[in-house]
């Protein structure tokens, strides 16, 4: 059985786990209904069953202290790879909105402060460098960077459709890209795309976006 089989056969839970390569933040998790959505640094995909026992442990009781968790990772942490280096400026504030005050509201709302590892900056202005227009933001899993397209550093764009770029982008990083079983990569599943439309403006967002294109 997997490591998610595994936990999910411990805790009674059904488990959602996206891998990372953050060396602070090893294990972190938040509980919505009878999921667990569970971020977990990827050198524990070959953590021995009492490290994954323990695991399980500590969804069920977050108090509690993990020893074998914390052993595991030091003895390993020497394969973590370092992370990718972001390339340009990191500029969050732009001339209307304030993209990190933006990222920390939505991330105390809809993700529980889980996304503490995420780095987010307007995009280029310069005409050379700058994203197409219809490339609203992205996300690199490498760097964990959310890039937000500049044109909508703007009074006449609302708030909440700033809010709903910046929220998808955070979807990305939350949920990760997931294996179809025909092998390809799929990053606007069905869990997404229900995720997506959990955003409090988010037909708002949808018709105002269709304004634009």
């Given amino acids: 059985m997997n490591l998610k089989g595994i936990l999910q056969r411990r805790t009674g839970k059904t488990i959602e786990i996206t891998y990372t390569n953050n060396r602070i933040n090893i294990i972190s998790f938040r509980k919505q209904g009878g999921t667990?959505?569970?971020?977990?640094?990827?050198?524990?995909?070959e953590a021995p069953l009492d490290v994954i026992y323990e695991i399980a442990?500590?969804?069920?009781?977050?108090?509690?202290?993990?020893?074998l968790i914390n052993e595991y990772f030091r003895r390993n942490s020497?394969?973590?790879?370092?992370?990718?280096?972001?390339?340009?400026?990191?500029e969050p504030v732009g001339r209307v909105?304030?993209?990190?005050?933006?990222?920390?509201?939505l991330n105390r709302e809809y993700f529980g402060g889980a996304l503490t590892d995420i780095t987010i900056t307007w995009g280029s202005r310069q005409r050379r460098h700058a994203v197409r227009k219809r490339t609203l933001g992205s996300?690199?899993?490498?760097?964990?960077?959310?890039?937000?397209?500049?044109?909508l550093d703007s009074p006449r764009v609302p708030l909440y459709f700033v809010e709903y770029v910046v929220y998808h982008e955070m979807l990305h990083a939350a949920l990760g890209i997931k294996r179809q079983r025909n092998g390809r990569r799929a990053v606007h599943t069905r869990e997404f795309k229900e995720r997506e439309r959990q955003f409090r403006h988010y037909e708002e967002a949808i018709q105002w976006e269709k304004r634009i294109n």
């Fill in 36 to 45: 667990v959505y569970l971020r977990l640094q990827r050198l524990f995909k």
């Fill in 57 to 67: 442990e500590l969804i069920k009781n977050p108090g509690i202290k993990t020893p």
């Fill in 78 to 90: 020497w394969r973590v790879r370092k992370p990718a280096r972001v390339r340009g400026k990191i």
């Fill in 97 to 105: 909105y304030d993209l990190k005050r933006i990222l920390e509201r």
């Fill in 139 to 151: 996300y690199n899993y490498e760097t964990r960077t959310i890039r937000i397209n500049p044109i």
